[in-house]
């Protein structure tokens, strides 16, 4: 890799690097902030495929970080000798987790202990790590204090009191609920956590957008023999929303700082169909919107409303549970992958695992676009960089799809 001082035109923009990267949620989100993520490491190839097939330009690097030493990452990365703008990562820590089975002693647990110890070996100028909202409830505060101490010890100040930060506050269409942990070198102003922002509207008027503005546009499936061994869409969408065109691409978000990417022109991925039983078709058709599924408690979409958090199941090796999906507000079937990441905030060039197990794997595992860029937003303003804005990032109106 070319030496910082030796970028071109896209990479003369802060530097940042994703650890525990998924299929690239914060790593996107850090990208549309302005930042340039030179470097992703996950311990899953199957996620590492998917942040290289869409992120192309990052370096993604399969790693067990809990152990390898901070210069292990940075040599890998090309960026030994070099001083890292942000190091930003999501380390899983389902036992601490509220919505599953609570297991302090799950080894998964320790993960964010070592983001501090390669925290303290990289030494970037800022850091930021999600985490679930069990991590501030009964003894898990004890390993929250740990990783306070740790990085203090290393020369680093974290934004105090740590927030709780949904998603749905900063214009994605569901309730998620995560903390961010906002970290700063001692010599370094401190960033602040963003306000609630939504999209602004062509009115002028703040928008927020529901689960219909999201996901109205994309196909009917009921019918669609293709997909049901398939995924790729391939025929008109409806009319969309402004939230919805801008997950398009038929209008640029003015603030989305993303390198362009091209549109995938062999049909919109991710729009698998679920062959449901006929009783289960007849039980969901019966469910109102906003309630759940008597049987298969499954929660129905209101198409008004938000969508509650889209959950992730386990890995291979944690059992291989599918975590249960949301039913659509207007057909009687489950959602698909496509209408999982339109709540989300995911763009729909962004490419997810060829099955439908593993893709709603990577979509619930994610931070979603926004609320990352929004949060990455607030540490450039520490920085006081005004990241360069890619070729063709002008807010005019794009081609359909």
């Known amino acids: ?25 914060m790593s996107l989100g850090f990208e549309q902030a302005g930042f340039n993520v030179v470097a992703a490491f996950d311990s899953e190839q199957r996620h590492l495929d998917t942040h290289r097939l869409n992120f192309p330009k990052t370096q993604a690097h399969i790693a ?107 214009g994605v269409p569901q309730h998620r609920r995560r903390i961010f942990i906002l970290g700063y070198r001692d010599d370094l102003p401190a960033p602040a956590y963003p306000a609630p922002r939504g999209y602004l509207g062509p009115d002028g008027v703040e928008y927020f957008p529901n689960v219909w503005d999201a ?31 801008f997950l398009r691409g038929d209008v640029v978000d003015p603030s989305d700082k993303t390198e362009p990417r091209e549109r995938n022109e062999s049909g919109l991925t991710g729009c698998f169909r679920t062959t449901h039983s006929r009783k289960a078709v007849n039980r969901f058709a019966k469910t109102q919107q906003g309630s759940s599924e008597l049987v298969s408690r499954y929660h129905r979409l209101d198409s008004e409303g938000l969508s509650s958090t889209l959950r992730a199941g386990t890995g291979p090796d944690h059992g ?3 975590a249960p999906r949301p039913i659509h507000p207007v057909e009687p079937r489950c959602i698909t992958v496509r ?23 990577q979509i619930g595992n994610s931070v979603p676009p926004r609320m990352a860029r929004l949060v990455a937003e607030e540490v450039l303003q520490s920085l006081r960089i005004a990241p360069a804005i890619p070729h063709g990032k002008t807010g005019e109106k794009q081609n359909a799809a």
């Open 215 to 245: 996901i109205s546009d994309l196909p009917s499936i009921n019918e669609s023999l293709a997909l049901i061994d398939g995924h790729k869409y391939v025929g008109t969408l409806g009319s969309p929303s402004l939230y919805a065109s």
């Open 64 to 170: 067990d970080l809990s152990k390898v030493s901070g210069e292990d990452v940075l040599q890998t990365a090309g960026l030994a000798d070099q001083t890292l703008d942000v190091l930003f990562g999501g380390p899983p820590c389902q036992g601490f987790s509220l919505g599953g089975k609570r297991d302090l002693a799950d080894p998964r647990n320790s993960l964010i202990l070592h983001f501090a110890r390669l925290l303290r070996d990289i030494s970037p100028r800022y850091f930021v790590v999600e985490n679930v909202d069990g991590l501030l409830i009964g003894d898990a505060v004890k390993t929250l204090k740990s990783f306070k101490r740790r990085v203090r010890r290393a020369g680093y100040e974290v934004v105090e009191p740590i927030r709780i930060l949904d998603a749905a506050d900063y």
């Open 339 to 361: 209408e999982a990441a339109r709540l989300h905030s995911f763009p729909d060039w962004f490419q997810f695992h060829s099955t439908r197990w593993h893709a709603f794997r």
């Open 320 to 322: 291989s549970h599918t």
């Open 1 to 25: 890799m070319p030496s910082l001082a030796n970028r071109g035109p896209f990479d003369s923009r802060p530097v940042a690097m994703d650890l525990f990267c998924g299929a690239g949620g």
